[in-house]
């Protein structure tokens, strides 16, 4: 019996707008992920990287996320990613990216925020939303879609460039590995880089999953993709739903870009849906599998779950502290 584990994360999304994946919407994401049919489940990803706040993953995701062709990067350290992105794009070539979605913290809304753990003295970081902007154009990135509590007020006007660490807000820990801030000059509003949130105020929930509850095509080619790329493979994984809407093109999904919100959100969707949204995960690897793997497909087993529950280690909201 596989067992789930769920993360949640207070996510506040500029509340403009953004309809539900209507023509503009679709066209949005179709811009920062072009919907191609995948022939490969290791081309699922491609063009497009990922970053884990390490709180928010679990051991081996990063290969797991490979495996499907996205770029991962996971560190506590802002100025860390931003050199494993210059330096992935500069060695890869043939596997640049161009898109880039951030599983972090929000911080209320106060810092996009990496950490190891809720700790005072854990390795921790901050970015400006600005900040992010500046530094990824010059990479060829140009779309940055933002999956974090309270997302929308992210992008407000006063702490768009530089943020405020004196904000009080008690989720705001001790920077213990800086603050990455735009330079003075930096002129976001000329910038190429589109940052996009969904557009409506919930609880973004991410379950956990085991490589095992992928059908056997899906998971020979994430063995073989992983073989390819020298890594060892991967065993369980954690998807959010923002992450499954995207992929699936999923008509719930709302978004908005370039806006913000002061307004929090404590909304939160029902369990099953993220449940339902696991299994449309599960259902369109195995699909993509089956493409790769023509006249090899097997209907998958579907393990008997108990309910999921909060996992504080990789939890967004932490349980029995305030979400951020």
Request: proline share 6%.
């Given at each position: 019996?596989?067992?789930?584990?769920?993360?949640?994360?207070?996510?506040?999304?500029?509340?403009?707008?953004?309809?539900?994946?209507?023509?503009?919407?679709?066209?949005?994401?179709?811009?920062?992920?072009?919907?191609?049919?995948?022939?490969?489940?290791?081309?699922?990803?491609?063009?497009v990287g990922v970053v884990f706040s390490p709180d928010l993953s679990v051991p081996g995701n990063c290969r797991f996320y490979?495996?499907?062709?996205?770029?991962?990067?996971?560190?506590?350290?802002?100025?860390?990613?931003?050199?494993?992105?210059?330096?992935?794009?500069?060695?890869?070539?043939?596997?640049?990216?161009?898109?880039?979605?951030?599983?972090?913290?929000?911080?209320?809304?106060?810092?996009?925020?990496?950490?190891?753990?809720?700790?005072?003295?854990?390795d921790r970081s901050y970015i400006s939303v600005g900040a992010l902007q500046e530094r990824l154009e010059p990479e060829g990135?140009?779309?940055?879609?933002?999956?974090?509590?309270?997302?929308?007020?992210?992008?407000?006007?006063?702490?768009?460039?530089?943020?405020?660490?004196?904000?009080?807000?008690?989720?705001?820990?001790?920077?213990?590995?800086?603050?990455?801030?735009?330079?003075?000059?930096?002129?976001?509003?000329?910038?190429?880089?589109?940052?996009?949130?969904?557009?409506?105020?919930?609880?973004?929930?991410?379950?956990?999953?085991?490589?095992?509850?992928?059908?056997?095509?899906?998971?020979?080619?994430?063995?073989?993709?992983?073989?390819?790329?020298?890594?060892?493979?991967?065993?369980?994984?954690?998807?959010?739903?923002?992450?499954?809407?995207?992929?699936?093109?999923?008509?719930?999904?709302?978004?908005?870009?370039?806006?913000?919100?002061?307004?929090?959100?404590?909304?939160?969707?029902?369990?099953?849906?993220?449940?339902?949204?696991?299994?449309?995960?599960?259902?369109?690897?195995?699909?993509?599998?089956?493409?790769?793997?023509?006249?090899?497909?097997?209907?998958?087993?579907?393990?008997?779950?108990?309910?999921?529950?909060?996992?504080?280690?990789?939890?967004?909201?932490?349980?029995?502290?305030?979400?951020?």
């Amino acid at each position: 019996m596989i067992k789930r584990l769920t993360l949640t994360a207070v996510l506040l999304f500029a509340a403009a707008s953004a309809l539900a994946l209507d023509a503009s919407s679709m066209h949005l994401l179709n811009q920062a992920w072009p919907d191609v049919k995948s022939m490969h489940v290791s081309d699922i990803g491609r063009g497009v990287g990922v970053v884990f706040s390490p709180d928010l993953s679990v051991p081996g995701n990063c290969r797991f996320y490979q495996a499907l062709g996205f770029a991962c990067f996971q560190s506590a350290n802002w100025e860390e990613i931003l050199d494993e992105i210059h330096s992935h794009n500069l060695l890869y070539p043939e596997r640049r990216i161009a898109t880039l979605v951030l599983e972090t913290h929000g911080t209320n809304g106060n810092g996009l925020k990496l950490q190891d753990s809720y700790d005072r003295n854990a390795d921790r970081s901050y970015i400006s939303v600005g900040a992010l902007q500046e530094r990824l154009e010059p990479e060829g990135i140009y779309f940055v879609i933002i999956s974090a509590c309270n997302s929308g007020r992210l992008l407000r006007p006063d702490i768009y460039n530089a943020l405020d660490p004196y904000n009080g807000d008690k989720l705001f820990l001790p920077a213990t590995c800086g603050i990455v801030n735009a330079s003075a000059g930096f002129d976001s509003v000329h910038s190429p880089v589109m940052v996009i949130t969904p557009s409506a105020s919930h609880i973004e929930t991410t379950l956990v999953g085991n490589v095992r509850e992928l059908a056997p095509g899906a998971r020979r080619a994430i063995l073989e993709s992983a073989q390819a790329l020298w890594i060892r493979p991967p065993t369980e994984f954690a998807i959010s739903d923002m992450m499954v809407e995207m992929l699936t093109r999923d008509a719930h999904l709302e978004l908005a870009v370039n806006r913000y919100v002061d307004r929090l959100s404590r909304e939160i969707q029902p369990q099953d849906r993220s449940e339902k949204n696991f299994s449309r995960f599960v259902r369109y690897v195995n699909a993509v599998a089956a493409r790769q793997y023509p006249g090899s497909a097997k209907p998958a087993v579907t393990a008997h779950k108990k309910p999921a529950t909060s996992k504080r280690p990789a939890a967004k909201n932490a349980p029995k502290s305030p979400a951020g």
